[in-house]
């Protein structure tokens, strides 16, 4: 080979970028060929490659590069993509480590498919994500040392070493060529067949390596477009505004002040909903923090005097539609748009009827003015405030149910056994003992059996009926009508049906333990002769109650509301009864019709759950009644409560005390009594009812659609098996017969 031809060969050398998906293989080669970055690029479908030009001694160098998906589905392409390759970087994310512990496959993938001659280099892209660094510098370097590969840590946001990584690379490949060039001629012109054009004067030379490269490349595109073509049916676009079919949701937006929260999380993420349209958010926190800036005019709904450009426009609702406001900040230059509600939880923005939703190329969401008050105030103060918008995934499931499943269940077996629980140790003792107990005066033992008679409520059938219908009437008043004094309102009732029950069930406690604590008493004004032990009982769950009450918005209210709920539905249970499963049988039945109604048949009529809107207190600024047990959810991203109305214990709760009643006033055993296979069907139940609330994608669910068959239709079932059922369909009320037989003793 001559000087003079020396001087005009062309190379023209074939690189590949490999690695997992969402890597940053697209981005740094945007980063190194256009020196541009896309916040927002898609997954790469199939192949795209970019051609860059360097001279290195004085001769032109042409890299083409090639840039493929890491995804499983486009693996069918890998044998072509790989072949002619003379270099190849592979890439994994610093901040994910998946994609480290993948490179051996990726670089036994590259062996199999490439000569071993290949320049390679170990990239670990995305360093500006130091803050959550999960691969090490030196284990990449270990890494790439024992493979006998370059190595380099790039970032393709801020363009950190993504050209001296390109240039290594591309150098290292020239070296290699230009040294067995030289001392090879059949080298050269299997180069210039295979992987490497070198370009002289000699057009037949020249136009024979071109063309083999060119036919090559235009029929490994070919390929991709019908891979494309093929699978294009099941590929979900990551933008899907042109349509506007994108699924609205619930998002976080997790922010910082001043980088405060660049090594902890000191601010809660807020909750918010994506919109119908604009670009679909990013299920994890692996992106880049932009600045929140508000817009002037706060709407958002002409041009903004505040640079929007590369942030996220914070604006205010109001004035002109959502797609307005998305429109004008995205011409502004925003990144993102986040709406603001003054009025209630986050808006549910659905596509307009316009034509320029298919323009919305931004993520869109919305939040309460409640979430944002923080970042009002932080900005107001003119503290810099940057956020990231993204969209988890939830749990399948959610431990906090186990835990309301428990209270529940153990809410009813307590009801069931408090006599036997709070029946008094001296009582007990003066059975067992030969002596007789001290006689009580003969007035005091009948009133006592009066009051417990008098203290039951024996429910009938006209009496089921007609509470499922006021039930029903007061769900719909709280629909209509449920406003800041309604809510006090129904705080106020809470409290005081908690306090009474609180205080029926510590009394009973303590004086299941020792009588003589009734024996100290007082004689107050319109009250009469009262034990101190009850005043004392009662100053200290009036003040319970005024606690929960004054932070009931607090975190951990739901441990107050949760011991009231407990306590006022065992104080019920004790005092309404069923005297048998005829009533039952009605009251359950229209409790059954209630539910299903109100959850699932209202929304054809108002347009929403009336039962769901109420208990999320959609109608009062989202202050929900508190008629409800309630507890955190433990692993959701989006915090919030598992609830379970009192309804769903209270009414299956009295057939299961009325089969306790029943088994002992009949003297059965426990595995022929019904007490203990109702009450496993009311847990079997509470199961199915949370089956299901993870089957229909956490939309609410009528409990009492599966409680109601898990226990009336067990007892009735076995009831019909053991031919009891009459029994159990006429049962007089056991309680006022042992009543009366008490009165008639004394």
């Not at 039951?456 to 769900?475: D, E, N």
């Not at 049962?731 to 009165?743: F, G, T």
Request: aromatic letters at 10%; proline letters at 4%.
């Amino acid at each position: 080979m001559d000087s003079s031809d020396d001087e005009g060969e062309e190379y023209l050398f074939k690189i590949v970028i490999i690695g997992d998906s969402a890597v940053g293989k697209s981005n740094l080669l945007t980063r190194y060929a256009r020196n541009e970055f896309n916040l927002h690029s898609k997954a790469t479908i199939g192949v795209e490659f970019q051609t860059q030009t360097l001279e290195i001694d004085g001769k032109e160098v042409k890299a083409q590069i090639w840039d493929t998906a890491g995804q499983e589905r486009f693996r069918a392409v890998t044998s072509a993509y790989y072949r002619g390759a003379f270099g190849a970087l592979v890439v994994y994310d610093i901040s994910r480590r998946t994609t480290f512990d993948s490179i051996p496959r990726w670089l036994d993938e590259l062996k199999t498919h490439s000569d071993t001659t290949v320049a390679r280099m170990l990239v670990g892209n995305k360093r500006d994500l130091e803050n959550i660094r999960a691969v090490s510098v030196e284990e990449g370097k270990s890494l790439a040392e024992s493979e006998g590969m370059f190595f380099m840590e790039t970032s393709a946001l801020d363009s950190t070493n993504v050209n001296k990584a390109f240039e290594i690379v591309i150098r290292e490949i020239y070296n290699s060529v230009s040294r067995k060039v030289l001392n090879s001629d059949s080298y050269k012109a299997e180069l210039s067949v295979n992987r490497v054009s070198l370009v002289n004067d000699d057009y037949a030379l020249k136009n024979r390596g071109r063309i083999n490269i060119m036919a090559f490349s235009w029929g490994f595109i070919g390929l991709n477009i019908c891979v494309f073509l093929l699978v294009g049916s099941s590929i979900a676009p990551t933008n899907a505004h042109s349509s506007c079919n994108n699924e609205i949701k619930n998002m976080l937006v997790k922010y910082w002040v001043n980088n405060a929260a660049a090594t902890n999380d000191v601010y809660e993420p807020i909750v918010g909903l994506t919109a119908a349209f604009g670009s679909v958010l990013p299920t994890d926190t692996k992106t880049f923090r932009l600045p929140a800036v508000y817009t002037k005019p706060a709407n958002g709904c002409s041009a903004s005097s505040t640079k929007l450009s590369g942030s996220i426009a914070l604006v205010r609702r109001g004035e002109c539609d959502f797609i307005t406001k998305a429109t004008v900040a995205q011409e502004e230059g925003a990144k993102g748009v986040v709406l603001i509600n003054d009025e209630g939880g986050p808006l549910e923005i659905a596509c307009p009827n316009n034509s320029t939703i298919s323009n919305v190329t931004i993520p869109v969401v919305s939040i309460s003015n409640e979430g944002a008050d923080i970042v009002d105030k932080k900005l107001n103060a003119g503290e810099i405030v940057e956020m990231i918008l993204y969209s988890p995934d939830r749990p399948v499931v959610d431990y906090s149910v186990l835990f309301i499943w428990l209270m529940a269940v153990g809410t009813v077996i307590c009801a069931a056994f408090w006599k036997k629980f709070t029946q008094s140790k001296e009582s007990d003792d003066y059975e067992l003992s030969p002596d007789p107990p001290p006689p009580l005066p003969p007035r005091r033992k009948i009133n006592s059996a009066k009051e417990d008679d008098d203290e039951i409520l024996h429910i009938t059938a006209w009496t089921a009926i007609g509470f499922v219908i006021s039930a029903s009437t007061f769900l719909v008043l709280l629909y209509f009508f449920m406003s800041t004094w309604f809510v006090w309102l129904l705080l106020l009732l809470f409290c005081i049906g908690g306090i009474e029950g609180l205080h029926n069930c510590i009394v009973s406690l303590i004086l299941s333990k020792s009588r003589s604590c009734e024996k100290k008493t007082l004689n107050l004004p319109l009250l009469g002769e009262v034990t101190i032990l009850s005043i004392v009982v009662l100053v200290f769950c009036v003040g319970f109650a005024i606690f929960w009450a004054v932070n009931r918005k607090e975190s951990y209210s739901w441990i107050g509301q949760d011991i009231l709920g407990i306590a006022l539905m065992i104080t019920v249970l004790q005092l309404a009864q069923l005297p048998n499963i005829k009533v039952a049988t009605v009251l359950l039945c229209c409790a059954f019709v209630y539910d299903i109604f109100w959850v699932f048949l209202s929304p054809s009529i108002f347009h929403e759950s009336v039962m769901i809107s109420v208990a999320k207190g959609n109608k009062a600024g989202a202050e929900s009644i508190p008629m409800l047990l309630r507890f955190p959810k433990l692993t959701d991203p989006y915090k919030g409560f598992d609830m379970l109305g009192f309804g769903d214990i209270l009414f299956p709760g009295l057939l299961i005390c009325f089969t306790y009643r029943f088994d002992e006033a009949r003297n059965k055993g426990v595995l022929n009594g019904y007490f203990l296979w109702v009450m496993i069907g009311y847990a079997t139940g509470l199961c199915f009812t949370y089956l299901a609330l993870y089957l229909m994608d956490g939309h609410g669910q009528p409990a009492l659609l599966y409680l109601v068959p898990c226990t009336l239709g067990t007892c009735v079932v076995l009831g019909a098996v053991r031919r009891e059922l009459n029994d159990l369909w006429n049962n007089s009320d056991e309680s006022k017969q042992m009543a009366e037989v008490r009165l008639g003793s004394a």
